[in-house]
C-alpha cells in the first residue's frame, strides 16, 4: 500500500514540474518586441465645411495609396510614411483643386535584441519645419516614437498626427 502511493506522489510532482517548467517557458519567450507594422502618418484636414479630400496621394511612392472611405470628414488615417527619407509628400484633391501636404520627420534606428532585430522610430525634426502646406495653415504636428521599442504595457506603432486647416 504504501509503494503504490508513493508512486502516485513521486507521477503527480513529475506532472506538476512539467507543467510548471512549461508555463515558465512560455511566459519567458514572450517578449515585446514593439510596433508590428510600419509607420504611418494621420492626416486631419479641417475646412470648416464637410468637404473631404476625395483622392490622396504620394508622389514618393511607389504603389498608389489604399483607397479607404474616411468615417470622419477631413481624417486620413493609416497613410504610409517614406521609410527611405526624412520626409514624405502627399498631394489631396478637395473641391476640384490639388494641393500638397509635407511632413518632416527624423529616422532613428536602434538595436533591441537578437530575437527583435533593428527598431525603426520616427522622431520630430532637430531643425527646420515639422510640415508644410501649399494651401493653409499646419494647425498641429505631433510624433509618436516608440522608444526604441521600449513600452510600459501599449504596443502602439510609430506614427505621426497632422492636421491642418484650410
Given at each position: 500500500?504504501?509503494?503504490a502511493f508513493f508512486c502516485s506522489f513521486?507521477?503527480?510532482?513529475?506532472?506538476?514540474?512539467?507543467?510548471g517548467s512549461l508555463i515558465v517557458l512560455?511566459?519567458?519567450?514572450?517578449?515585446?518586441?514593439?510596433?508590428?507594422?510600419?509607420?504611418?502618418?494621420?492626416?486631419?484636414?479641417?475646412?470648416?465645411?464637410?468637404?473631404?479630400?476625395?483622392?490622396?496621394?504620394?508622389?514618393?511612392?511607389?504603389?498608389?495609396?489604399?483607397?479607404?472611405?474616411?468615417?470622419?470628414?477631413?481624417?486620413?488615417?493609416?497613410?504610409?510614411?517614406?521609410?527611405?527619407?526624412?520626409?514624405?509628400?502627399y498631394v489631396y484633391r478637395l473641391a476640384?483643386?490639388?494641393?500638397?501636404?509635407?511632413?518632416?520627420?527624423?529616422?532613428?534606428?536602434?538595436?533591441?535584441?537578437?530575437?527583435?532585430?533593428?527598431?525603426?522610430?520616427?522622431?520630430?525634426?532637430?531643425?527646420?519645419?515639422?510640415?508644410?502646406?501649399?494651401?493653409?495653415?499646419?494647425?498641429?504636428?505631433?510624433?509618436?516614437?516608440?522608444?526604441?521599442?521600449?513600452?510600459?504595457?501599449?504596443?502602439?506603432?510609430?506614427?505621426?498626427?497632422?492636421?491642418?486647416?484650410?
Open positions: 500500500m504504501p509503494n513521486m507521477r503527480l510532482t513529475a506532472l506538476l514540474t512539467i507543467v512560455a511566459l519567458t519567450g514572450c517578449e515585446n518586441c514593439g510596433p508590428t507594422a510600419e509607420p504611418l502618418l494621420n492626416l486631419s484636414i479641417n475646412t470648416g465645411t464637410q468637404a473631404r479630400p476625395d483622392t490622396i496621394f504620394s508622389p514618393d511612392s511607389r504603389n498608389p495609396l489604399p483607397a479607404r472611405p474616411s468615417p470622419t470628414y477631413g481624417i486620413q488615417s493609416g497613410l504610409p510614411v517614406n521609410l527611405t527619407a526624412d520626409s514624405t509628400r476640384g483643386r490639388y494641393d500638397t501636404v509635407t511632413v518632416f520627420y527624423q529616422r532613428k534606428t536602434a538595436y533591441r535584441n537578437r530575437k527583435c532585430g533593428y527598431v525603426l522610430d520616427l522622431y520630430e525634426p532637430e531643425r527646420g519645419p515639422k510640415a508644410r502646406t501649399s494651401r493653409g495653415k499646419v494647425e498641429s504636428v505631433s510624433y509618436l516614437p516608440n522608444r526604441n521599442a521600449n513600452f510600459l504595457s501599449s504596443s502602439e506603432n510609430t506614427s505621426i498626427y497632422l492636421s491642418i486647416r484650410l
